[in-house]
């Protein structure tokens, strides 16, 4: 099982979609660049969200502990900390005022509805499906290293300081999605238990990949505008 859920995290990894491809070849324009930005920031908003709803699940004390270390990463200690915090500082790296980042209502709708159904999944399935779908951790590192290159070769009207969510992604993605693997590792013992979380991956999978989609549209529609 493992090496099927890590065949899946590799083969169905949204760094393979056309926008990010072109994201990390630096041929975005810089309004391509922002508009990513700004949705991707209703995705991020949410991560806590999605883990709150998973650390409901769990009866054991010590995991809630352990787990629950994801959401002071993304919310932070305090005000002016963690990832959420970090993203902000990127969209104004790139030009993006706080105030664009938080409005809702400029979110694709497509986005909107990626969002939705990922944290409903987290919301009304087991957990061994909640966590399975966090496994696309076991490809983020990678991600992140590809993406700062990038950022600092092809976008370099991007302060290097907004490059920070992704500095600290490279860490904190390989020790969740260890931790994520060995617990569905554990859990799903039986041939349907293992076939759920391949496909709950898949299905995270999918929502990035559908994020992505809803913003690549978006792209096109404005460049035949033009």
């Not at 990626?114 to 966090?134: E, K, T, W």
């Not at 907004?162 to 860490?171: A, S």
Request: net charge positive.
């Amino acid at each position: 099982m493992t090496d099927r859920l890590r065949a899946v995290s590799v083969e169905r990894y949204h760094d393979r979609h056309p926008f990010n491809v072109r994201m990390h070849e630096g041929t975005l324009t810089r309004a391509e660049l922002r508009r990513w930005i700004v949705n991707r920031f209703h995705y991020q908003r949410h991560i806590p969200v999605k883990d709150a709803l998973i650390l409901a699940k769990f009866d054991d004390p010590a995991l809630r502990r352990s787990w629950v270390r994801r959401i002071r990463d993304h919310d932070g200690e305090r005000p002016g900390e963690g990832g959420i915090e970090r993203w902000l500082r990127l969209g104004e790296a790139a030009g993006i005022a706080r105030e664009e980042l938080t409005d809702a209502s400029r979110v694709l709708p497509g986005v909107r509805l990626a969002v939705d159904g990922y944290v409903n999944f987290c919301r009304l399935r087991p957990a061994l499906d909640a966590v399975a779908a966090s496994l696309t951790e076991l490809s983020a590192p990678d991600l992140m290293r590809t993406r700062i290159a990038a950022f600092e070769r092809h976008y370099p009207w991007i302060d290097a300081d907004g490059l920070t969510y992704f500095r600290g992604r490279v860490g904190q993605g390989g020790r969740d999605g260890q931790e994520a693997l060995a617990l569905v590792r554990a859990w799903a013992r039986t041939r349907q238990e293992q076939e759920r979380a391949v496909a709950a991956l898949a299905f995270k999978c999918d929502v990035l990949w559908s994020l992505l989609d809803a913003v690549d549209a978006a792209t096109a529609v404005d460049g035949a505008r033009s």
